[in-house]
């Protein structure tokens, strides 16, 4: 694991960007969770540490795309039929994926994670 951060760092309702290699991930902590994922939206690549949260997920700031901040999982997409662009209508366009999530630790004064190096580390 690698040590990215003092644990007061990232205080309840945090979300917070770091590159561990070259790997850029998300850092943050909601509901008293901690959580790191990558910082890429599976969606269309937007940063995700520029979104915000909402009840237990993790919202993207590009198109509203909502992941639970334990799993990852993509759990909430925007409605787009109120949209007038075609590329919002297209049905491979809206498709997107869970968000990457890695291993962290909070060991009481110092956040760890741990990200393969097949992204990066090396
Ligand atoms: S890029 Fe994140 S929801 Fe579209």
Sequence with gaps: MVKICRSDDI????LKKFTVGRTDIAVGRRNNTLFACSNW????G????????????IVCYMHNYEFDVCTGRL????SWK????WVEQDPAWRASGDLVMYD???????????????EGQG
């Design 82 to 85: 109120k949209s007038k662009t």
């Design 11 to 14: 205080p309840e309702g945090s």
């Design 75 to 78: 759990t909430n997409m925007k």
């Design 46 to 57: 937007a940063s995700m540490h520029k979104g915000y949260y909402k009840d237990n997920n």
């Design 104 to 118: 962290v630790l909070d060991d009481g004064s110092w956040i760890h994670v741990l990200v393969p190096s097949s």
């Design 41 to 44: 939206c599976p969606h269309k």
